[in-house]
T-cell receptor, first 116, second 113 residues
Framework: GAVVSQHPSRVICKSGTSVKIECRSLDFQATTMFWYRQFPKQSLMLMATSNEGSKATYEQGVEKDKFLINHASLTLSTLTVTSAHPEDSSFYIC????????????FGQGTRLTVV | QQQVKQSPQSLIVQKGGISIINCAYENTAFDYFPWYQQFPGKGPALLIAIRPDVSEKKEGRFTISFNKSAKQFSLHIMDSQPGDSATYFCAASMRGSNYKLTFGKGTLLTVNP
């Protein structure tokens, strides 16, 4: 099956700093990538949808200036949490939809962000 | 407004038993209904998915039953095993929205040995 690699798997940063999370499709081209946030024992909440070469579309309530998304190529999307605060601590997960397929999306292994 | 409602929130089943998780949706434009399995600290993994033109799909021990008129679909796990203990999410998506997924709230399944 298609593999989506997310890096890092865990990161601890100081309040006020920025953190970048990478999402790579290893063996396929991804025209669309999605970024989710998941709090403990809760469901996945979609933050934004990014299409290669264009600006990301953010869900209502998600601060685009705080969560910067770049989808520079068909295999790489990045999420940068700027000026992180403890309330940004969460599990961030990306998924990628295979180019040419209409439906199935593959998920990365997630990144546990802890802001201290 | 929650577009996909999932129940139960948690489920305990004995080894060898059948686990049943139910979901209901509101938006009739949804045309793709996947189920995901998530272990702690990991990303979700696709288990099985169905489109509304079929009423049932089976893959190994996992079966999706789909009722279009009732706008409901369910996951059945036959011969449940302790290794199936995980959180299960139903989801729905549609062509017009880049197939972005709307998730249910999840069901924590525990299979006792």
């Amino acid at each position: 099956g298609a593999v989506v690699s997310q890096h890092p798997s865990r990161v601890i940063c100081k309040s006020g700093t920025s953190v970048k999370i990478e999402c790579r499709s290893l063996d396929f081209q991804a025209t669309t990538m999605f970024w989710y946030r998941q709090f403990p024992k809760q469901s996945l909440m979609l933050m934004a949808t990014s299409n290669e070469g264009s600006k990301a579309t953010y869900e209502q309530g998600v601060e685009k200036d705080k969560f910067l998304i770049n989808h520079a190529s068909l295999t790489l999307s990045t999420l940068t949490v700027t000026s992180a605060h403890p309330e940004d601590s969460s599990f961030y997960i990306c998924s990628a939809r295979v180019r040419g397929l209409n439906t199935e999306a593959f998920f990365g292994q997630g990144t546990r962000l802890t802001v201290v | 407004q929650q577009q996909v409602k999932q129940s139960p929130q948690s489920l305990i089943v004995q080894k060898g038993g059948i686990s049943i998780i139910n979901c209901a949706y509101e938006n009739t434009a949804f045309d793709y209904f996947p189920w995901y399995q998530q272990f702690p600290g990991k990303g979700p993994a696709l288990l099985i998915a169905i489109r509304p033109d079929v009423s049932e799909k089976k893959e190994g021990r996992f079966t999706i039953s789909f009722n279009k008129s009732a706008k409901q679909f369910s996951l059945h796990i036959m011969d449940s095993q302790p290794g199936d203990s995980a959180t299960y999410f139903c989801a729905a998506s549609m062509r017009g929205s880049n197939y972005k997924l709307t998730f249910g709230k999840g069901t924590l399944l525990t299979v006792n040995p």
